[in-house]
């Protein structure tokens, strides 16, 4: 492909275009597509006692062909906490995890405030709760956004560490091999330094635990970091890249089949979930990038055009881990949207401090400072709406 004045020289050159780039497993002509595994939703509660979810339905924003397996849910203009539910757990009201607080499983997420009551063909359903004025779900006039994954539809395998010879304590998963995403549950023992297997096949280069029968942080594992994995994480919150030498959390470098994880945030028996993520090529991307404080600030190259993005400054304390998507932000503008992990604020919108344009192939950064482009180190993960040879820009 492309016609050339002067013939090339050998060697198997060619034309620098995207049709001859190499064929995804996630695409366009490929048997998956980014939806099939990834997709953002966004709705307006109506303040009845149920409510369904569904791709495709009148009124609902964005796109999912699938039954979802994890569901992250957050109020856009009311200041409510961000839920998280998954298959694995199950749906209802004791089962929400909240990632802007280190509560225990369904800690004030019941029947009071709503909940998340079943996973749905392309979709799920909500329960108002019977505060009407704070729910956290389905209150009414409210607007809502929820970004989910898919996994394994809800069928999990249960690793017997004994008779396996895969990690050291037993652990169940569901593992989407295919997007390299897997939820995984275990039980804490005694040991410091526990092995756990993920399901993935590959090493996970991205994982997010949180305890789920006592209260503790949400630990956060990145590849990037260059460092090792024992004495280096993050937590939803503001802080920087965490160094508790003596508060182990990961205790070493991830593998194609375990992950290790101590019990610096629990004690024996406590119960856990994680989710690990692999990069995909063309539909998933966990890397680094570092800001210059400027309007013309860093581009960060995906190898597809974004369908959602996190990123939070590993440097220094203060910055939060800001999350954008495509059905919010349909368009490259002036400013873009974003809502904190680890807060219960509304949709932020700044043009000056949260610009960022989604691209064919990457993010472009456009704001001076602020959550993103401070001049300091920053993390990202990013999932795609299409990989670059099929992507247009925006």
């Given at each position: 492909?492309?016609?050339?004045?002067?013939?090339?020289?050998?060697?198997?050159?060619?034309?620098?275009?995207?049709?001859?780039?190499?064929?995804?497993?996630?695409?366009?002509?490929?048997?998956?597509?980014?939806?099939?595994?990834?997709?953002?939703?966004?709705?307006?509660?109506?303040?009845?006692?149920?409510?369904?979810?569904?791709?495709?339905?009148?009124?609902?924003?964005?796109e999912i062909d699938f039954k979802p397996d994890l569901t992250w849910t957050k109020g856009r203009i009311v200041e409510n906490s961000h839920l998280l539910y998954d298959s694995s757990r199950g749906a209802g009201a004791s089962k929400g995890l909240k990632s802007n607080a280190t509560a225990v499983e369904g800690e004030n997420d019941?029947?009071?405030?709503?909940?998340?009551?079943?996973?749905?063909?392309?979709?799920?359903?909500?329960?108002?709760?019977?505060t009407t004025s704070a729910s956290f779900m389905n209150q009414d006039n409210k607007t809502m956004v929820a970004w989910n994954w898919k996994a394994n539809g809800g069928t999990t395998t249960t690793n017997d560490a004994s008779s396996t010879s895969v990690g050291s304590i037993d652990s169940v998963f569901q593992a989407n091999t295919?997007?390299?995403?897997?939820?995984?549950?275990?039980?804490?023992?005694?040991?410091?330094?526990?092995?756990?297997?993920?399901?993935?096949?590959?090493?996970?280069?991205?994982?997010?635990?949180?305890?789920?029968?006592?209260?503790?942080?949400?630990?956060?594992?990145?590849?990037?970091?260059?460092?090792?994995?024992?004495?280096?994480?993050?937590?939803?919150?503001?802080?920087?890249?965490?160094?508790?030498?003596?508060?182990?959390?990961?205790?070493?470098?991830?593998?194609?089949?375990?992950?290790?994880?101590?019990?610096?945030?629990?004690?024996?028996?406590?119960?856990?979930?994680?989710?690990?993520?692999?990069?995909?090529?063309?539909?998933?991307?966990?890397?680094?990038?570092?800001?210059?404080?400027?309007?013309?600030?860093?581009?960060?190259?995906?190898?597809?055009?974004?369908?959602?993005?996190?990123?939070?400054?590993?440097?220094?304390?203060?910055?939060?881990?800001?999350?954008?998507?495509?059905?919010?932000?349909?368009?490259?503008?002036?400013?873009?949207?974003?809502?904190?992990?680890?807060?219960?604020?509304?949709?932020?919108?700044?043009?000056?401090?949260?610009?960022?344009?989604?691209?064919?192939?990457?993010?472009?950064?456009?704001?001076?400072?602020?959550?993103?482009?401070?001049?300091?180190?920053?993390?990202?993960?990013?999932?795609?709406?299409?990989?670059?040879?099929?992507?247009?820009?925006?």
């Amino acid at each position: 492909i492309g016609d050339f004045y002067y013939a090339p020289p050998s060697g198997g050159f060619l034309a620098l275009c995207t049709n001859n780039l190499e064929e995804p497993t996630i695409g366009a002509n490929s048997l998956t597509q980014a939806s099939d595994h990834f997709g953002t939703l966004t709705y307006t509660g109506d303040g009845e006692n149920t409510k369904n979810i569904r791709s495709g339905a009148s009124g609902i924003g964005g796109e999912i062909d699938f039954k979802p397996d994890l569901t992250w849910t957050k109020g856009r203009i009311v200041e409510n906490s961000h839920l998280l539910y998954d298959s694995s757990r199950g749906a209802g009201a004791s089962k929400g995890l909240k990632s802007n607080a280190t509560a225990v499983e369904g800690e004030n997420d019941n029947s009071t405030y709503g909940y998340l009551s079943s996973f749905e063909t392309n979709g799920f359903n909500v329960v108002k709760g019977s505060t009407t004025s704070a729910s956290f779900m389905n209150q009414d006039n409210k607007t809502m956004v929820a970004w989910n994954w898919k996994a394994n539809g809800g069928t999990t395998t249960t690793n017997d560490a004994s008779s396996t010879s895969v990690g050291s304590i037993d652990s169940v998963f569901q593992a989407n091999t295919t997007a390299g995403f897997s939820i995984v549950t275990w039980t804490n023992t005694s040991s410091n330094n526990q092995t756990i297997a993920h399901g993935l096949g590959v090493a996970p280069t991205f994982i997010i635990a949180k305890t789920r029968s006592a209260g503790g942080i949400w630990a956060i594992g990145h590849s990037v970091d260059g460092f090792d994995w024992d004495d280096h994480y993050y937590k939803f919150g503001t802080d920087a890249r965490r160094t508790d030498g003596n508060d182990t959390i990961f205790g070493g470098v991830p593998d194609q089949n375990v992950f290790t994880y101590g019990t610096g945030t629990g004690g024996n028996g406590v119960t856990y979930v994680g989710y690990c993520f692999a990069e995909v090529e063309g539909y998933s991307r966990f890397g680094s990038y570092t800001g210059n404080n400027s309007a013309n600030g860093p581009f960060v190259y995906l190898g597809f055009r974004p369908a959602w993005i996190m990123t939070k400054n590993r440097s220094s304390t203060g910055g939060s881990w800001g999350i954008y998507d495509n059905t919010r932000n349909p368009s490259n503008t002036g400013g873009t949207l974003m809502l904190r992990a680890n807060g219960a604020d509304t949709d932020y919108y700044h043009a000056t401090y949260t610009p960022i344009d989604f691209l064919s192939n990457g993010f472009k950064i456009r704001n001076t400072g602020g959550e993103d482009n401070s001049a300091q180190s920053f993390i990202y993960m990013a999932f795609a709406e299409q990989p670059f040879k099929y992507a247009n820009a925006r």
